[in-house]
């Protein structure tokens, strides 16, 4: 039994991290389930695919059923592979879907009740935090240039910092993302991360030739690791082997929709 379990209603497939304790709902999204067409069938919860934004409301509003929120209470990212990690609330609500998202924001974490956190993905690795003493929640894309700046080190900061958790009462979810046996890159991806990790980030690159293979869920478990955090639970699925299950950008050159990984306080 695995970290990450599947979870269905009807059509609408995610995934759970078992791992999780109870008070927080949460999910990450496959691409079933949603009324998206063509190339972006079924569940794409990006607006800027190239989706209408009447299937993407629709595709929140199905999952919103089966985990229990609405889509007024979504929040979202505007990544731009930063560091860059921001508190929102309830006052936020609402930004992405019916107003802008203004600053660039690749984390966000909350303690209130009802705001659901979104982070987009399609090959990055998606992660999200709970605190179940101090009851606050956070989420953060790390592509690999964010993973380099440690995003997911960053995320615990900002829970520390913003609501006083301790990072060892903090459970992390690393979600599905391209694995090392398709991340495939050149010099620059495994230069980027030894310079900000030093020789730990080594255990995660393999290289092959003139290419390099890189680990991004063990650089985020070193992230975490260092920034205190044991209580860590990671996805085995690869975005890349599996594209009739997950959106890839790798697999489909960019014609793909996201994947969304939400989370919230209930």
């Known amino acids: 039994m695995g970290d990450f379990a599947d979870r269905k209603k009807d059509s609408l497939e995610y995934e759970i991290c078992r791992g999780f304790p109870a008070g927080a709902i949460h999910c ?5 389930g949603g009324v998206s067409q063509g190339y972006l069938a079924s569940l794409n919860l990006g607006l800027n695919r190239g989706d209408s934004r009447e299937n993407v409301l629709r595709n929140y509003e199905i999952l919103g059923n089966a985990l229990g929120f609405s889509v007024e209470d979504l929040v979202f990212t505007r990544q731009t592979h930063t560091d860059l990690v921001e508190r929102v609330g309830k006052s936020n609500r609402g930004e992405g879907l019916f107003r802008p998202v203004l600053p660039e924001r690749d984390g966000l974490v909350t303690d209130e009740p009802g705001v659901a956190l979104a982070i987009f ?8 935090f709970y605190d179940p003493v101090r009851r606050a929640v956070g989420g953060c894309h790390a592509g690999w240039r964010g993973m380099a700046k440690g995003i997911p080190a960053k995320t615990v900061q900002a ?7 301790k990072p060892e009462n903090i459970f992390a979810a690393i979600g599905p993302c ?21 020789e730990e980030a080594a255990r995660a690159i393999t290289q092959k030739g003139e290419k390099y293979h890189v680990d991004l869920k063990k650089l985020a478990k070193i992230w975490l690791e260092r920034a205190g955090v044991s209580q860590i639970f990671t996805s085995g699925d690869c975005t890349a082997c599996l594209p009739e299950k997950y959106w890839s950008h790798r697999v489909t050159h960019g014609e793909r929709g996201s994947q969304a990984a939400i989370i919230m306080l209930k």
Not at 121 to 128: E, G, K, R, W, Y
Not at 159 to 165: D, I, L, S, T, W
Not at 178 to 198: K, N, Q
Request: some cysteine; overall charge negative.
């Open 121 to 128: 993905s399609a090959d990055c690795t998606p992660v999200l």
């Open 28 to 32: 990450f999204t496959t691409r079933y």
């Open 178 to 198: 391209i694995g090392s046996c398709c991340f495939e890159t050149s010099e620059d991806v495994p230069r980027a991360m030894l310079e900000s990790l030093g």
């Open 159 to 165: 829970m520390e910092r913003e609501y006083g958790c």
